[in-house]
């Protein structure tokens, strides 16, 4: 899964056994794994469900029958499997022809299980069981669920989809919903034959029914985890290319075929590559990416077996309004979605505590898939964005490590996070330099042809590294997947002894609201320090509290030399001097990672503010795009920490206007043909910017267009359009709101719709802000925008968001997917710096949230309180900065 970044019925599971570090049990296809927990009794196991769907997508409910082949493994009475929001019509088991026993079926709502009772004890073998039931088609992504939009004749359309990570499949279907029982799945649907249906697998067949409509069957899946299994309905448009002997689909909305031709090129281009990669090709006949309008707050895509599912923002090329970031963004999304296909899907992790498995594993697959086709993209330095990112978690108390016990479908759901994605996506970097690329990817074929159609646990990719060649990863890599936190390695004074440069480096625990206690006692890691003084780099694992490092050379030591280690560098001032000296010659990749390391070891007080912001004076008008969007992110990021001193924020206005302005002038404010990816993006980022900053030029040319715009919709580029929109809309009053208004309500472009309603809860004045609030209660935005309106509110306005989210909880609810809502306080707190949220949270969580699934409201006071206690030390040090120098 893709998880929405963008800003995020608890059931009791029982651990059947804890898992241990001790050896591991290799998981079968047809034995049952007894070390991983579950929340099912492990008496049988399934083997193949035939499914029959027949939804009523007008009613939003379904009929189902499904037949389960099943093994039973200890004589028991009852089979308990997996069932929420099910009504069951009738239950039944036949062994061998012999009978026809029925069921008494009793569901357990927050266990989220039915029971079924059979007048006899079922002694071990293999059992046909058949239940017809009924179900609900959902309005936010989980199970079954609707989405409705304006179809391109400008009628009302509703399209169906499957969401079933992590624990919904058993919405749609009764199961062993839980990830180590795979089996194998043939889906039958009965539909109206004027709609297009979907699935893993290829149609088998379609046949004519009564009364407009057609029974569609799919061929029969591998053996998968039931969160795999897709389902989709709609007035669509397919298009497909041939990827050597497979076929690769991207089915859009009718209509909108030729905005999925560059997601269905991505596709295309990556396949063999992964084939490649991988050792072991796809393995099915086709795979399709299948988009949907509106928008989720848990996830963007989903790697469903053979039909990814991709919202629309992150799978259609729109002239009318996609973004060069957008473009990038849809390949990222295919490249992580399709990485999953091995990495997830033909080997899955056996239980979520491993969930790092797949999502790092596929964040960190995107990057070299990115780097591979695009280097002009600067994925190295999306990487080292995303290591910034998880660090920015991972340095709180309420961190948790990559490989966590997760027991309850809440934890299952909130595992979906930066320390998940990034913190996994960045050791797999660190531990892929350790290795060799080659080396590492000889372990990774060796380990998808092993496991393949089975499950695992982070030890057996350790495992196959070793076992390759990878001597000491194993070490490196339990280290920073079993425990949390981030290394901190001092560099002691470096010396020249024949033309070596030798240092001693002192390893501690970096934090940012537990200084002293991590300092008295840090946890140790084996950190491979890669250490550059102007000759080769050098690699050396720590080992204790204190190493020898040399590196060949006398120049500027830089520590963390291509930014792949994962862990910040704290050096003394001699030092940090030389290297600020030498800053200009670095790499690229290498200047973004100092920069961002020395800026949160100043902000965290680890160093005077002014160490990180001498390095940020080092980034020059004319540098890489990829810097300068990191400069003039920091003194966005810096101006709106002193909403109360206009005068602070007129001198770092002008200052960036000075230093920057000239750059935007050359890039210009529209997109020119010469354009390079990077300067295309950096042009976005830098109108919002300075935008944000009240730039004289930009605001003026913001109100033209603005005003070109009401006139003629496509008076602005669409690769500019959300980007001066924004500018606009932050700071829009009654008339300019209610006219972006105005087009929202008339858009019949699903993904434009979305993006005006969205612009329209980012106003900087109040009132508007509580027009925005009250308008995402309505139907009118549409059921998926609605929430992603009322985060936007709490960008600028986080008191009142949180207020008004509390004043209507039950109806708020429904807004959000089930495996988001425990989340969404916790991103509306967001950046605040606002106190008075504390009491508010903590009150919040008490009343709504079990105890076991409070860590992201913990995380959001963590942050909150972190903000609170710093920024005036903060403040204080860049108004002295500023003033001694002046731009
Ligand atoms: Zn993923």
Known sequence: ?????????????????????????????????????????????????????????????????????????????????????????????????????????????????????????????????????????????????????????????????????????????????????????????????????????????????????????????????????????GDFDRITKPAGDREVGVVVSRGNGSKGQYALDAEAQILPYYNDYFGTPYPLPKLDNVGGPGQSQFFSAMENWGAIFTFEYSILNDPAITSEGGRQQIFGTEAHEMAHQWFGDLVTMAWWDDLWLNEGFASWMATKATEHFHPDWGADIGRVGAREGAMGQDSFRSTHPVVQHVRTVEQANQAFDAITYSKGESVLAMLETFAGPDTWRKGIQTYIKQHQYQNTRTDDLWAAMERVGATGLTQIARDFTTQPGIPLIKVGPAQCVNGQTAVTVTQSQFSSDAKDEVAARPLSWHVPVRASAGGAVTTTVTNGPTTPVTAPGCGPLLINAGQSGYYRTLYTPAELQALKGAFPRLATVDQFGVLADQLTLSETAYQPMSEGMDFVAEVPGNADPRLVQAAVGFWAGIYGDFDKNPQVQAAIAARVGKIYGPRLQQLGFTPRTSDTPSEAVLRNTMIRSLGAMGDPAVVAEAKRLFAAWQADPNAIPGSLKTTWLQVVARNADQSTWDAIHARAKASTNALEHTSLYQLLSIAHDDALAKRALDLAMTDEPGKTTSAGMITGVSGSHSRMAIDFVLAHLDQVNQLIDISGRSRFMQRLAGGSDDTSLIPILQNYAAANLAASDRKPVEQAIAQLQFRTSTQPRIRTEVAAWLAAHPA
């Open 1 to 233: 899964m893709k998880s929405a970044f963008v800003l995020l019925a608890s059931a009791a599971f029982v651990c059947a056994a804890p898992l241990t570090t001790a050896a591991i049990a290799q998981p079968q296809a047809d034995t049952i794994d007894t070390t991983v927990p579950t929340q099912l009794p492990r008496t049988a196991i399934p083997h193949h469900y035939a499914l029959t769907i027949t939804p009523h997508a007008d009613k939003l409910s379904f009929d189902g029958t499904v037949e389960i082949d099943l093994e039973v493994v200890k004589p028991t009475n009852q089979l308990v499997l997996n069932a929420a929001d099910i009504n069951f019509e009738s239950a039944r088991l036949t062994s061998g022809g012999r009978g026809n026993v029925p069921a008494k079926v009793s569901t357990d709502a927050a266990a989220q299980t039915a029971t079924l009772t059979f007048p006899r004890t079922l002694t071990p073998g293999n059992y046909h069981l058949v239940v017809a039931y009924t179900g609900k088609i959902n309005t936010q992504a989980n199970g079954l669920f609707a989405l409705d939009y304006k179809d391109v004749d400008g009628k009302a359309a509703r399209s169906l989809f499957t969401q079933f990570e992590a624990a919904d499949a058993r919405r749609f279907v009764p199961s062993w919903d839980e990830p180590d029982y795979k089996a194998k799945w043939d889906l039958t649907v009965r539909v109206p034959a004027r709609l297009m249906a979907v699935g893993n697998m290829p149609a088998a067949s379609s046949k004519p029914l009564a009364g407009g409509m057609k029974e569609v069957r799919f061929q029969t899946s591998p053996t998968m985890s039931s969160y795999l299994l897709f389902f989709a309905l």
